[in-house]
T-cell receptor, first 108, second 115 residues
Framework: QKEVEQNSGPLSVPEGAIASLNCTYS??????FFWYRQYSGKSPELIMS????GDKEDGRFTAQLNKASQYVSLLIRDSQPSDSATYLC????????FGTGTSLTVIP | GAVVSQHPSWVICKSGTSVKIECRSL??????MFWYRQFPKQSLMLMAT?????????EQGVEKDKFLINHASLTLSTLTVTSAHPEDSSFYIC???????????FGPGTRLTVT
């Protein structure tokens, strides 16, 4: 079992819709959770961090964490074509683990 | 936000030569720096983790004598690809973290082409 699992996608949503990206992790001692966005040919960019159970909102982005279920998600409201990218989930426990990423395409 | 720079952004070298890539944290001190490699359309692959003043920890399958890492200060880490071969051609990305439980901030990456 991988430490961090994400659906590779591709996930396609129409412009203006909500995109939902999901991530599960295996290490129960994980304390820090991050979402990164990576455009093709570029390096990852941090967009959200979350440390406690519940929701954290930042603009159009909402991160949700459920430690009991070992689940973290990212919701993107009012999706825009510029949101088209690969989204990486990262989890920090004793070590830092990245998922393989979910490719998102927002269709105009 | 925290800024990490990498230099050079791209480099072309001949097979058998060595290439050094620099990674700098510009506005924070990085206790830990990470080096990744990414092939086209593939996910990030962690190569090694380095802490300032100590030897790097390499991931399984990464040759430490080929990929030399030096984390000389809290703001600078270097990766030297020694005796480069065409199969070393890849996108090399560094990241830096201000502390052990902090997020990683990525540099813009270095695209290496070995001819």
């Amino acid at each position: 079992q991988k430490e961090v699992e994400q659906n590779s996608g591709p996930l396609s949503v129409p412009e203006g819709a909500i995109a939902s990206l999901n991530c599960t992790y295996s290490d129960r001692v994980s304390q820090s959770f991050f979402w990164y966005r990576q455009y093709s040919g570029k390096s990852p960019e941090l967009i959200m961090s979350i440390y406690s159970n519940g929701d954290k909102e930042d603009g159009r982005f909402t991160a949700q964490l459920n430690k009991a279920s070992q689940y973290v998600s990212l919701l993107i409201r009012d999706s825009q074509p510029s949101d088209s990218a690969t989204y990486l989930c990262a989890v920090k426990g004793n070590q830092f683990y990245f998922g393989t990423g979910t490719s998102l395409t927002v269709i105009p | 936000g925290a800024v990490v720079s990498q230099h050079p952004s791209w480099v072309i070298c001949k097979s058998g030569t060595s290439v050094k890539i620099e990674c700098r944290s510009l506005d924070f001190q990085a206790t830990t720096m990470f080096w990744y490699r990414q092939f086209p359309k593939q996910s990030l692959m962690l190569m090694a983790t380095s802490n300032e003043g100590s030897k790097a920890t390499y991931e399984q399958g990464v040759e430490k004598d080929k990929f030399l890492i030096n984390h000389a200060s809290l703001t600078l880490s270097t990766l030297t690809v020694t005796s480069a071969h065409p199969e070393d051609s890849s996108f090399y990305i560094c990241s830096a973290a201000p502390g052990p439980n902090h997020e990683q901030y990525f540099g813009p990456g270095t695209r290496l082409t070995v001819t």
